[in-house]
């Protein structure tokens, strides 16, 4: 049982030891310098993060101009440390603030404004092999540079693990060597236990070298600051660059944030042994992950030689077809010559017949012998007709065709352009959204446009969704796809929300960049439906109510004139009024409007119903100091302390500004802190179980003012004029018909 036992812990060790050995082996090509492609040899910690051996950076330097030191030293090296120069002194105490101050005083080290000469000093650009960019070493060059004694380590464990039977041999023994078994540091040797006592005699300084295992490779105790040769005993955060006590006082660390080398080391553990332990625990996502990239490596090559092989396809069919075209039209050459030539050889013929030893010149001259009247006349009719038409031919005379065949040239400039600009197809480039004509009322509408240069689009996607600060994670998009045109409607929102909406574009190539967000608040109640009310009440004069009842203008005419002359006598103006064809009785309720910039004086809001008609009936007075139509009720003084809400809501325009009472009596001596321009649309917003009222910029939402309002009876939109001026109802967004879209494979008007 206990042969059982031992076997199998036995086992254990060994699978233990299998699994290290092979995942120190695994590793190589993490301690492999990207210059030598061998292991790392006093490597060098560049500040991008990558590694480089000293040897190897030298050489590359030099290779680059810059003048080094010898890249054989070590870099940091204890023997030219202060702090070990004798065994006796130890290591150096922290220097005293008194010391600090005299150093810095004595110009020890740089710092910003200390002048070096009239040159300015040349920094060193190194080009690092592993992320190819150019690395600022500063003044120093690899003097400034930290070498890497963990991975020195790393590297020395690993070769001992794939080596595990080389021995190291003393380096001072006569043949044979026999085995080291002591390392010094100071030395950088190793040796025997013999020659050990031989080289560190009893009584010298040499005696007191603290003896370490035997390597290869050795290295500082500790690491030691480039510049200043002392233990580093901090980490700057800013510069994120380990300093000594010397650097620490120094100016250019000054105001950062510097922690002892202890907390950056608990912190750096704890961060990466959580991090590691996620790696760890997530071996099946990596695997899962590996595979689905092996599979898509599979896809990408079968993809890849699917596209080739079209790609091949289409440039055959280009050249078939060029090759059919040159046929045909070569033969269209070949027929025009051809039917040139025999015009050609048909006039030739012609005019050898006329020759003076030709046959139809001696035909010719044998008639004429002929002494028989009757047939002299039916012979020489024929010949006749022969003789006139060479004649006319020889006078007139004319080649039956052209030689030239300059009609059939081919201007392939066109074609050469077009094979020139022969590319890929190229996605869409990323939407612009057209902000001025996007918007959100009952529903919202997004438009947008591609750039100019961009590829055209076969059709888009809308992808949106809500934002909720409170909300932990952020909210799945949702999609409207093969969206056709350069609009959308996206519906079925919540009020008094923030939606986030972008665009992209999808051809034959695939889907494209995606459009800049664009953020855009929703009413803060649902959307009230109205038109305005021309059946009772207004001034038909002075009123025009457009034939959709959506827009009203007034237009003062002849009466605002005289009207206007006795302003002198006490003869006031009266307000023309114009209401909605609705009432509200419940609920909350949104609606906006424009405002022409140009009206003199226009008033937005809402009133009581039995109210408004009773102004229809008795237009009310806009010159007595004692009426306010902002408020609902006279504003003077004795009425300050009734409480009951007043019968009329109205937020006043005029000249392209707003005027914001704040409940406060009004003078014309202060109107820049009352005033606010007009935006492009207002909104009104009346909350009936409230009884309040709140007008805001219908494009920011932005609120403007709030107020109170009688809400006993029916509520009813009411619009005032006094002077010129006009506006028009907002459109609702589900009734426009600009163009018909689909969204998400239903038919919709746009």
């Not at 580093?232 to 000054?254: G, N």
């Not at 008094?496 to 800049?516: I, M, P, T």
């Not at 609705?582 to 119903?609: N, R």
């Not at 229809?616 to 806009?622: A, E, L, R």
Request: glycine letters at 6%.
């Amino acid at each position: 049982m206990a042969e059982g036992e031992d076997l199998q812990t036995f086992t254990s060790i060994m699978d233990a030891l299998v699994r290290i050995s092979t995942s120190m082996k695994n590793m190589e090509q993490e301690l492999v310098c990207p210059v030598c492609k061998e292991m790392y040899k006093q490597p060098l910690a560049l500040p991008c993060t990558h590694n480089v051996c000293h040897v190897c950076a030298s050489e590359v330097l030099l290779q680059h101009g810059y003048l080094c030191c010898d890249p054989t030293s070590e870099p940091s090296s204890p023997a030219a440390t202060p702090a070990t120069r004798s065994p006796r002194l130890g290591r150096r105490a922290i220097p005293k603030p008194d010391r600090l101050d005299r150093l810095l005083k004595s110009g020890f080290g740089t710092y910003p404004g200390r002048k070096r000469g009239t040159v300015h000093p040349q920094t060193v650009s190194f080009p690092c092999p592993a992320c190819q960019r150019d690395v600022d070493l500063g003044e120093r060059g690899l003097g400034s540079l930290f070498r890497n004694l963990t991975l020195e380590r790393v590297v020395e464990r690993y070769r001992q693990t794939i080596n595990i039977s080389a021995a190291i041999m003393c380096q001072f023994c006569k043949p044979p060597q026999l085995e080291a078994t002591k390392g010094c540091t100071e030395c950088k040797s190793s040796f025997c236990n013999e020659c050990f006592k031989l080289y560190h005699p009893w009584g010298t300084q040499k005696a007191q070298h603290e003896p370490t295992p035997p390597t290869l490779t050795f290295r500082p105790k500790g690491l030691m600051c480039p510049e200043h040769k002392e233990e580093v005993t901090h980490y700057c955060k800013t510069c994120q660059r380990l300093v000594c006590q010397l650097c620490r006082v120094r100016r250019t660390h000054t105001s950062h944030k510097i922690t002892p080398v202890l907390s950056a080391y608990q912190a750096l553990r704890e961060k990466l042994t959580k991090s590691l332990a996620y790696i760890l625990s997530s071996q099946d996502t990596v695997q899962t992950q590996i595979a689905e990239l092996e599979e898509t490596v599979k896809h990408t090559e079968v993809n890849g030689s699917q596209a080739k092989e079209e790609v091949s396809q289409l440039i055959q069919g280009l050249c078939a077809m060029l090759e059919e075209k040159r046929a045909t039209l070569l033969q269209a050459i070949e027929e025009c010559q051809q039917e040139r030539l025999a015009s050609l050889h048909c006039q030739i013929q012609e005019h050898q017949a006329m020759l003076e030893n030709s046959g139809m010149v001696g035909y010719a001259q044998e008639v004429l012998k002929e002494t028989d009247h009757p047939c002299f006349v039916q012979a020489a009719k024929q010949l006749h007709n022969r003789i006139l038409r060479a004649t006319d031919s020889l006078q007139s005379f004319r080649p039956a065709a052209t030689a030239s065949f300059s009609h059939f040239q081919l201007d392939v400039s066109r074609e050469l352009k077009l094979l020139t600009d022969l590319a890929f197809i190229r996605a869409p480039e990323a939407p612009v959204i057209d902000t001025q004509r996007t918007y959100a009322y009952d529903q919202i509408f997004l438009c947008w446009r591609l750039p100019q240069h961009s590829p055209p689009a076969w059709h888009y996607t809308v992808e949106y969704r809500k934002t909720d600060t409170k909300a932990k994670g952020l909210k799945l998009w949702q999609r409207r796809e093969e969206v056709r045109g350069t609009s959308a409607l996206v519906e079925y929102l919540d009020t008094d929300s923030v939606y986030v909406l972008r665009v992209k574009g999808c051809n034959k190539a695939g889907f494209g960049e995606y459009s800049e967000d664009i953020y855009l608040h929703t009413p803060p109640a649902p959307v009230l439906n109205f038109f305005l009310d021309n059946r009772w009440g207004f001034n038909r004069d002075r009123l025009a109510i457009s034939k959709d009842q959506r827009a009203v203008r007034s237009v003062p005419g002849i009466p605002m004139l005289f009207a206007a002359e006795r302003l002198m006598t006490s003869c006031h103006l009266s307000i023309d009024l114009v209401i909605g064809d609705v009432a509200i009785t419940q609920g909350k309720s949104y609606w906006a409007c424009c405002v022409d910039p140009s009206s003199y004086l226009v008033k937005v809001g809402v009133g009581l119903e039995s109210k408004l008609q009773e102004w229809f009936q008795v237009p009310q007075d806009v010159v007595s100091p004692r009426y306010d139509p902002d408020s609902g009720h006279d504003s003077g003084a004795e009425d300050t302390t009734v409480e009951a809400p007043p019968p009329y809501a109205f937020l006043t325009i005029g000249m392209g500004k707003i005027l914001l009472s704040h409940g406060s009596a009004l003078t014309s001596r202060d109107p820049n802190g009352c005033t606010v321009p007009l935006p492009p649309r207002i909104g009104i917003c009346l909350d009936y179980e409230q009884g309040k009222v709140s007008f805001y910029d219908a494009v920011s939402f932005r609120e403007l003012w709030e107020c109170g309002v009688d809400c006993s009876g029916p509520v009813c939109p009411a619009f005032c004029f006094i002077g010129g001026g006009a506006l028009h109802l907002q459109e609702l967004v589900a009734h426009k018909q600009e163009r018909k879209v689909t969204i998400g494979g239903f038919a919709k008007l746009d």
